[in-house]
């Protein structure tokens, strides 16, 4: 791939072929390497046939090789120019996110009620195959209509916690009818569930603020404990994704579209197909604003329990909750003019800066965190937006994987990966030992040098740096 | 011979599965995938599972095949182990799998998310069939 240099951190292949537009890649010559290590790159160009696509199919810096597009890949197209949606652009895992929340704990007293805190949040955290801790038709139903907001309404969680996520926790547009009877069957049942993989749920402290300012907007002060959460909407959404994707195939060929990878397959927003699938995508979005939000109540009530208070003692309110795996449309500048824009952002992270509207009063000041989860047993990264985003406002989802998942098994097994992060005075619960290893912190870029690039890139700005002091993974 | 092998990936899990026939790639493309979450050596087969899948070219067939499979899967809770495919005219066929419960069992790999079209092939090769899958996880 012939991509040259063009800034510092700012990688770039002009558009040959069937290319719409330029590939354009953010990350320092080290990360870059990585990245051509794999095929990610020859993704970022197959990415930029998709019809509709302007400016340029962009990779953030923890970019690696995916399925269709490349995790860190982000596409706009114009809607009302024949832009398509893509389902692969969103991922299998539909709303894929993650989940900030400050509690009113330091380290020493996390420290001293460590083993009731993970013990509470071992058996309270539904993970692995299993089922979520919450049921019920009618909720359900409600979800996946209003998301987190329905949640809510059902007594779980406040108010408050609709401010602090993206879309207040709501994807607009849902339609439960749009999706399958089979996704509902797969799906349904496992709402307010981790899953596995790459999903957990971490306990962290803040342990470097580097932009004070922001940091006491978003709630966060050193030496604070935090507790994040990464997951999706489980079965559910995967199963959305696969039905779209099946139909698209013939769909593509309806609208004379063709692509050089058939996961890229894609339709025009603004036709049947296209409308269908975006209404299916934002009801499994709905179940993963809410799955994360029913998480989150569920660890509020484990540690509360652990330490033998209230709720509302231990404090643990929302920082704020991203997606990284989702299709939107936005309005952004496409050289002097608004454009309505699709943009997909598969393993990126919307990234809206100071004065957006869509962002909650008391954030418009400082810009929309963003946050950047860091390999198990290292740490993550709280950034804030910025203005002049040069990727329609979007930074990167996490360190991004360097190694595959039997490398890194090879490398070391899954009781020596635990008997690391103990070491390093990390509590480990995990669902299954033996998956440890895959996520093992040497199988994952370096997050310190992702962030850095993002800062470096205009992506967004470093906020505050979060040190793991406890994992269950799924 | 083993009836699949893992190729790598950087994010997810691809495999190479080949067979005598075509039914039988397809079949071992299905006990590659639940293999790779659990160990298929210890799940007896006592439950049984029949779908239907259709595809218009060999490779939306085998996703089709090996999606319907999982969905089922995680519907039904079952860790499948066994697996019969008879292909059918226009495209389609008509499988059956068995297995067991799936909650207690541990995991050896993480649980298959989806089948992929990523990179996907069906084809002849000196001595048979080989069907070549990526599996997000």
Same mark, same amino acid.
């Given at each position: 791939m012939d991509f040259q240099r063009t800034g510092e951190v700012t990688w770039e292949l002009a558009a040959e072929?069937? %290319?719409?537009v330029p590939g354009r890649v953010f990350a320092s010559a080290s990360l870059f390497a990585k990245a051509e290590a794999d095929r990610a790159l020859q993704q970022v160009a197959n990415v930029a !046939? =998709? /019809?509709?696509?302007?400016g340029a199919s962009f990779a953030m810096p923890d970019i690696h090789w995916g399925y269709?597009?490349?995790?860190g890949g982000v596409a706009a197209t114009d809607v009302a120019a024949g832009g398509v949606v893509s389902p692969g652009g969103v991922g299998? *895992?539909?709303?894929c996110g993650v989940r900030l929340l400050a509690s009113a704990l330091t380290e020493e007293e996390f420290r001293r009620h460590r083993c009731e805190i993970m013990g509470e949040l071992d058996a309270r955290i539904p993970r692995g195959l299993g089922k979520g801790a919450v049921a019920g038709k009618r909720l359900l139903d409600d979800v996946l209509e209003r998301g987190a907001a329905a949640a809510v309404d059902a007594?779980?969680?406040?108010p408050a916690d609709l401010e602090r996520c993206e879309e207040r926790g709501t994807s607009a547009g849902?339609?439960?009818?749009?999706?399958s009877a089979r996704a509902l069957e797969r799906?349904?049942?496992? &709402?307010g569930s981790l899953g596995a993989g790459n999903h957990f749920l971490e306990i962290q402290v803040v342990?470097?603020?580097? *932009?004070p300012e922001a940091a006491a907007a978003f709630g966060l002060a050193p030496g604070m404990v935090t507790l994040m959460i990464h997951c999706g909407s489980r079965g559910l959404g995967h199963q959305v994704c696969t039905d779209y994707l099946a139909d698209m195939g013939r769909a593509m060929g309806r609208h004379g579209i063709s692509v050089p990878?058939?996961?890229l397959a894609c339709v025009p927003v603004r036709s049947k197909e296209g409308e269908g699938y975006l209404r299916a995508m934002a009801t499994a979005a709905n179940f993963a604003w809410a799955n994360r939000h029913l998480l989150a109540h569920t660890a509020r009530e484990a540690v509360a329990a652990a330490l033998g208070t209230s709720v509302a003692k231990v404090g %643990?309110? &929302?920082?704020f909750d991203v997606a990284h795996n989702l299709a939107k449309v936005e309005e952004h500048l496409v050289g002097k003019h608004s454009r309505r824009l699709c943009v997909h952002r598969k393993g990126a992270t919307r990234a809206f800066g100071p004065g !957006? /509207?869509? &962002?909650p009063p008391d954030l418009r000041p400082v810009g929309q965190p963003v946050l950047v989860p860091g390999s198990m047993g290292t740490a993550s990264w709280v950034l804030r937006g910025v203005a *002049?985003? /040069?990727?329609?406002a979007t930074a990167a989802h996490g360190a991004?994987? =360097? %190694? +595959?998942r039997s490398t890194a098994k090879k490398t070391r097994d899954g009781r020596e990966v635990m008997r690391d992060l103990e070491a390093e005075g990390i509590a480990v619960r995990p669902g +299954?030992? +033996? &998956?440890l290893a895959e996520e093992a /912190?040497?199988?994952?870029? *370096?997050v310190d040098e992702v962030v850095d690039v993002c800062a470096r890139a205009g992506l967004a700005a470093p906020v505050a740096r979060l040190r793991p002091i406890g994992v269950v993974k799924g | 011979m083993p009836r699949y092998r893992v190729f790598s990936h950087t994010a997810d899990v691809g495999i190479v599965a080949e067979g005598a026939t075509v039914e039988e790639a397809f079949e071992n493309a299905a006990f590659g995938m639940f293999d790779l979450v659990f160990d298929?050596?210890?799940?007896?087969?006592t439950e049984a599972v029949e779908v239907e899948a259709a595809g218009e070219t060999p490779g939306e067939l085998l996703v089709a095949w090996l999606s319907a499979l999982l969905a089922e899967a995680e519907i039904r809770g079952l860790a499948l182990c066994r697996f019969r495919v008879e292909m059918l005219p226009g495209g389609r066929l008509r499988g059956s799998a068995a297995g067991s419960a799936s909650a207690a069992r541990e995991l050896r790999g993480p649980p298959v998310k989806a089948v992929t079209y990523h990179d996907l092939a069906v084809g002849e090769v000196p001595g048979g069939w080989e069907a070549r899958v990526i599996f997000d996880v």
């Open positions: 072929g069937g %290319m719409r !046939h =998709l /019809p509709g696509i302007v269709g597009f490349p995790i299998f *895992d539909i709303c007594g779980f969680g406040g849902a339609d439960p009818g749009a999706i799906g349904g049942g496992q &709402l342990d470097r603020v580097v *932009d990878d058939r996961q %643990m309110g &929302l920082v !957006h /509207p869509a &962002l *002049d985003n /040069p990727a329609f991004g994987r =360097l %190694m +595959s +299954s030992v +033996s &998956l /912190p040497f199988a994952y870029k *370096d | 298929l050596s210890g799940v007896p087969a």
